[in-house]
Every structure is written in C-alpha cells, then in structure tokens.
C-alpha cells in the first residue's frame, strides 16, 4: 500500500511508533542517533525519529558515514548532510580515514560503519542508533541466508533490536517496505540518493534484487523460525547464566560438571556466543563451526584444547576455560591518535599523552618476550591460575621497543601519562534474544 494521502502517511508514522514502543522503556528526553546514508529509507527514518523524538522533548543526531570507498564520497555526504540541516536535524559526518580494502569490500565497510557509529554513541552516551533496514532488505538478507543454508536462525532474519557494547541498534522499519518509504517523502519534497553501489552486480545483494523473487515460503514459516531462534537463545542465555565466569583479564571459564547432559545444539549456541565475545569479532561463528567446536570438545581428554575464531577452548576437569589464540593476536602497531579505541575488538584502550611521546608509543600484546622482561616485578597472587596465553595476549603499550606499561599486571616503567585497558569487548555476552519485528 503506498503512502500517497496524509491520511496514509500519518500511518506510516503510527507503524513508525509502534516500532519504538517495542523498544521502550526510554530515558526521559530521549537522544537518539540515526545512521543516515542518504538513501530513502534513511532519510524516511530520520524524518520519522524527528517527530517522535520531538513529541518527547529529546534530541537526535543524524549520523553520515564518509566510507571514501568512491570519489564522490565527500561530496555526498555534505549534501546529505546541508539536506537534514535543512529539516533542522543536527548531523555528524563521520571519515572513515585509513586504507581501504579491495576485496570483500561491502562487509569491511559494514563492519567500518558500525564501528564509527558505535564509537559516536558511546563517546557522546547515546543509548540508541537506529537504521533504516526496513521489510525489503529483511527479504533480501533471509534469502541470502536460505542459500548459503544457515539454517532456522538465519531464516529467522534481521533481529529489530541487537545489544552493542556501546549502545542498542534499533531497526523500526522492519516492518515498513520501500516504495512506502519513497512515497512517505515524496510530498514533503525530500530528495534521496540513490547509492551505485546497490546496482553493482559485483555485490550479492545488488545481483539479487536483479533477480526474480526469492521463493521463500510462506509468512508464517520466517515467524515460526523466529519464534524457534528466541527459544533457542532463551535456553542459551539459561546455560551462560548459570556456568559462565568472565575475568578481567580477558577470557572466561564455564562450569561444566554434566557437559554432556547440555543438548548439542544449546552448547554450540552458548559456545558460538563465547568465542565471539572472547575472541573480539563482530559476529560470532556460524552454526555450524559452532556445532564442530561442540563435538571436538566433548571427544577432548583433560587439558586439551580446540581452536575455534581466534580462540583456545581447553577442557577441564568439570570446566572449559576459553581464552584469545596467542597465534592470532594482532601484530604490534604505532598507537592511534585519539584519546580512545578498542583493541583487538576486545579492550577499550584510554590514553592520556601517549600520541605526544617521541619515539611515539606502540600498541599490541605483551607476548612471552615481554612476559619475561616483567615478570620478576608482577605480584605472584596477581596471576596465580591465570594461563600464560592469557598473559601473553595483554594489551601493551611499547616505547622504542620495550614494555612501558601493562595495565593489567600494574606494571608501569616509569611512564608519565594515561595508558589503561578495560576488557570491553565489541560484542555483548548477554544481549536480549532475538527480537521479531
């Protein structure tokens, strides 16, 4: 149904709050962040969370990434930007600065995107951000799915609400379609882009919106299998909640008496979870890696140990103790300017002068070299129990190619400014289970 009469448009509006009422409770006076990109379904959603946010007394901030990834880049964002100004909307552009990749190239951007975003949230305490996906791309993204047979959780689609470790994304227009969308804004003489990238044929979802609809089944076979996926992460979460033991130091134990009493399926669930989580990645492994790292560990004896995404899953005598894979931490690079980042995906790095240092300072792991250089000053009762691969993958700070601090074992060689690490990983642990839109 197009939105073609204000009587129409207003229920769009109305599907509009009714998204975000599944989303409630919210602070009082609200500020919420909307990733725009310019296209239609961002600028319809910017313009919708204006009016609800304005209803509240809140804020909004429209967001626009700057990916550099075509020349025209810049260009458009500043028009993005001048159009929301235009409509009395505060806006950021964000610079993705940096190299940029030549293959895979739509996934680093995503991950690059989200990562800006996120960062803004929680540098400026956003709670909320929210994207226009909307019924079209959730066809598009189960399709995708379907043939790559990722099984009931990949039917299940796009989740309308996921917990960040710096914010909540929120996805109200799940259950709006584009040509609504368009007609939404078309009598209130907004303009969109519309990006080349989403007609270049290179890129899966550009090929599959070429092609004839995806034969999906009917409705009621996606709602069950979202139904299925909450079931499924309600008994996970059960199972993290009532084993799992996070450390400071960046890894994790699960109690496990009666590992092999845990149905198959809800121990790869709570294992896929954990590997994410430790191991710093933005998605955690698919099912079916996770069902492999299931059954390798219960065939495992006593003190040995799977690798799976980055990270050394040992089981134990009644436990699993996962930790970050030594052999694939990141490499030892010259510390970013900027008072803030996340290393590894996984410690929210604080700085203080470090950028001003000459030779400038170095971050990355400590490593066993470094461990040996400082171990006789570290307090035994301070890493008693603690593995040595956990050790070794402390985030460091290196100047001229020496150890100057080491948060974690309060090592500190005489340095003269900020450098502390929180182990904060980008994903949550225990975020709410799926949301069906």
């Known amino acids: 149904m197009y939105c073609s009469d204000k009587a129409s448009t207003e229920r769009l509006q109305v599907g509009f709050d009714d998204g975000m009422a599944a989303f409630a409770p919210f602070e009082e006076e609200p500020h919420l962040a909307v990733a725009v990109s310019g296209g239609s379904d961002s600028m319809a959603l910017a313009v919708l969370a204006k009016n609800w946010v304005g209803r509240r007394g809140g804020t909004l901030t429209a967001l626009v990434v700057d990916h550099g990834l075509r020349a025209e880049s810049s260009a458009e964002s500043l028009c993005v930007q001048r159009r929301l100004q235009s ?13 940029k990749p030549t293959t895979g190239i739509q996934a680093s951007a995503r991950t ?29 993204t189960i399709a995708m799915r379907a043939a790559r047979r990722s099984g009931v959780d990949g039917l299940a689609g796009m989740s309308a609400l996921v917990e960040r470790t710096q914010c909540r994304v929120m996805r109200p227009l799940l259950g709006q379609n584009r040509d609504d969308l368009q007609a939404y804004l078309r009598p209130l003489g907004i303009s969109w882009i519309d990006d080349p990238s989403n007609s270049d044929i290179r890129f899966e979802r550009a090929r599959l919106r070429r092609a004839p609809p995806p034969d999906l089944g009917q409705a009621h076979k996606i709602e ?38 845990v149905p198959a399926h809800t121990l790869a669930g709570a294992l896929s979870r954990v590997v994410g989580w430790i191991g710093g990645r933005s998605y955690p492994p698919g099912p079916t890696a996770a069902m492999h790292l299931c059954d390798q560990i219960r065939r495992l004896a006593p003190g040995r140990a799977a690798t799976l995404g980055g990270c050394l899953v040992r089981r134990g005598t009644g436990s699993l103790t996962v930790t970050r894979e030594p052999g694939r931490l990141p490499v030892v690079r010259q510390l970013p300017l900027g008072p803030a980042l996340l290393w590894d995906g996984r410690f929210w790095i604080e700085t203080g002068h470090v950028g001003a240092l000459r030779p400038p300072g170095e971050i990355g792991p400590l490593g066993p070299q470094g461990w040996k250089y400082v171990e006789t000053s570290v307090s035994k009762r301070l890493v008693a129990d603690i593995p040595k691969s956990v050790i070794w993958a402390l985030p460091t700070l290196w100047i001229d190619g020496e150890v100057a601090s080491v948060p974690h074992l309060l090592f500190n060689q005489g340095l003269r400014c900020e450098f502390s690490a929180i182990f904060r990983p980008q994903r949550t642990l225990f975020s709410p289970t799926f949301a069906v839109a």
């Open 87 to 99: 409509l009395s909307i505060s806006t950021e552009v964000l610079v993705w600065s940096g190299n």
């Open 112 to 140: 690059k995107r989200y990562a800006l975003l996120e960062n803004w949230c929680g540098r400026h305490g956003v709670l909320h951000l929210l994207t226009g996906h909307h019924a079209d791309d959730q066809v598009e």
């Open 224 to 261: 069950r299998a979202g139904t299925i996926r909450v079931d499924h992460e309600r008994s996970v979460v059960r199972v993290l909640a009532t084993s799992l033991t996070p450390h400071p130091f960046g890894f994790c134990t699960l109690e496990t008496p009666n590992l092999d009493s």
